[in-house]
């Protein structure tokens, strides 16, 4: 199992057996012991060269600039692209097919991740690839990533996520949880409600409350959003997303109906609306009408949580949650379902790069 960790950090580093790495052009400094093979990278080593592209490693600067030449992934990245917007694209790399690169991977992000990874049992995971195209040469760069079980038995949608430190505190974080809610494929019929591998870490756990507090605020100031433009023209249409329900600001919504919307557990929409402060006591009354709005498979008495919506929206307006979401449907490309039967080629150039993880 993968442990879902952090996506910044602030501790001091202690014990690693690499103390910085060069990543492309940046320098930066590791936080956690990696377990990278001891004949290739000493317990001392004060710098790791690592491809920007493939993320092949060396102690060696003359090594890693003749790799650097050759790297079959300069000009792309492996896998297939599924998310494409603003200069941002997500690539979904299949562990099966590119077994070496997802290694490497995973050996570079322990880096930065304080629990055990998945290193070498990488066949059983998809690692999406959060990628960067510079307009002025169409170079890329990665960004960061997150892994997900193929077949996860807890419903999760990810299982590690890490954004490389040069580039945290930009909202990159957000950006890729936002797409592993999208392609566990809550929007469709087989859509499974679910969410990242439990325990999250203290960072993680962060990171996620705020991303789950700014999902549910705009879900409900798209409803808003949708009912005033309903009332302003009655021809106009607007997609409602499943479970929603048309209400007032005053109104009373339950948790079932969020993560309905949303795709989020019923444990996470209650976790979100606790950190948000929108929880209000629950009496008889409320829990009654609440019950009859949900229809008989209402929640039990131990998920019930009453909110209005009115204070969501108050919530929204003071912590400037714009109503567009920042991950875009409209960029999400060919098939969304991750489970769906897709051809595990490894490309010709992975079949070139041999078994020695540091190959040139
Ligand atoms: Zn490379």
Request: glycine residues 8%.
């Given at each position: 199992?993968?442990?879902n960790?952090?996506?910044?950090?602030?501790?001091?580093?202690?014990?690693?057996?690499?103390?910085?790495?060069?990543l492309?052009?940046?320098?930066?400094?590791?936080w956690?012991?990696?377990?990278?093979?001891?004949?290739?990278?000493?317990?001392?080593?004060n710098?790791?060269y690592?491809?920007?592209?493939?993320f092949?490693?060396?102690c060696?600067?003359?090594?890693?600039?003749?790799?650097?030449?050759v790297?079959?992934?300069?000009?792309?990245?492996?896998?297939?692209?599924?998310?494409?917007?603003?200069?941002?694209s997500?690539?979904?790399?299949d562990?099966?097919?590119?077994k070496?690169?997802a290694?490497?991977?995973?050996?570079?992000?322990?880096?930065?991740?304080?629990?055990?990874?998945v290193f070498?049992d990488?066949?059983?995971?998809?690692y999406?690839?959060?990628v960067?195209?510079?307009?002025?040469d169409?170079?890329?760069?990665?960004l960061?990533?997150f892994?997900?079980?193929?077949l996860s038995w807890d419903?999760n949608?990810?299982?590690?996520?890490?954004?490389f430190p040069?580039?945290?505190?930009?909202?990159l974080?957000?950006?890729?949880?936002?797409?592993s809610?999208k392609?566990s494929g809550?929007?469709?019929?087989?859509?499974?409600?679910g969410?990242?591998?439990?325990?999250l870490s203290?960072?993680?756990?962060?990171?996620?409350s705020?991303?789950w507090e700014?999902?549910?605020?705009?879900?409900?100031?798209?409803?808003?959003?949708e009912a005033?433009?309903?009332?302003?023209?009655?021809?106009?249409k607007?997609?409602?997303p499943?479970?929603?329900?048309?209400?007032?600001?005053?109104?009373?919504?339950?948790v079932?109906?969020?993560?309905?919307a949303?795709?989020?557990?019923t444990?996470?929409?209650?976790?979100a609306?606790?950190?948000?402060?929108?929880?209000e006591?629950?009496?008889?009354?409320?829990?009654?009408?609440s019950?009859?709005t949900s229809?008989e498979?209402g929640p039990?008495?131990?998920?019930?949580v009453?909110?209005?919506k009115?204070?969501?929206l108050d919530?929204?307006?003071?912590?400037?949650?714009?109503l567009?979401?920042?991950?875009?449907?409209?960029?999400?490309?060919?098939k969304?379902?991750p489970?769906s039967?897709?051809?595990?080629?490894?490309?010709?150039?992975?079949?070139?790069?041999?078994?020695?993880?540091d190959d040139e």
């Open positions: 199992m993968a442990s960790d952090t996506l910044s950090h602030a501790k001091s580093p202690v014990n690693r057996n690499v103390k910085h790495v060069v492309g052009d940046l320098l930066f400094q590791t956690y012991q990696s377990i990278y093979p001891e004949d290739l990278v000493s317990k001392d080593t710098r790791l690592v491809c920007r592209w493939c092949r490693y060396s060696d600067t003359n090594s890693y600039a003749r790799h650097t030449q790297c079959h992934h300069r000009t792309t990245p492996p896998g297939a692209k599924v998310y494409d917007h603003g200069g941002y997500v690539w979904e790399v562990g099966e097919c590119h070496l690169y290694q490497n991977l995973s050996l570079f992000a322990k880096l930065f991740l304080d629990h055990k990874s070498f990488v066949v059983s995971f998809l999406y690839l959060l960067f195209t510079d307009p002025k169409s170079s890329y760069h990665i960061g990533f892994s997900k079980e193929k419903a949608n990810l299982a590690c996520i890490l954004i040069p580039y945290q505190h930009k909202q974080g957000k950006l890729l949880m936002g797409v809610y392609l809550w929007e469709r019929d087989i859509g499974l409600i969410g990242p591998e439990k325990p203290e960072m993680g756990s962060k990171s996620y705020r991303f700014e999902r549910i605020a705009r879900y409900i100031l798209r409803q808003e959003s005033m433009g309903t009332k302003d023209s009655s021809q106009q607007q997609k409602n499943k479970g929603a329900r048309k209400r007032h600001p005053h109104e009373i919504i339950t079932q109906d969020i993560g309905l949303t795709g989020m557990l444990e996470d929409v209650i976790t609306l606790k950190g948000m402060g929108v929880v006591p629950t009496t008889p009354s409320k829990r009654r009408k019950q009859q229809g498979n039990d008495d131990s998920e019930m009453i909110i209005h009115s204070n969501v919530w929204a307006k003071a912590h400037n949650v714009a567009q979401d920042p991950v875009r449907a409209e960029g999400f490309l060919g969304l379902a489970n039967s897709k051809e595990c080629t490894p490309s010709p150039n992975e079949k070139e790069d041999g078994d020695g993880p």
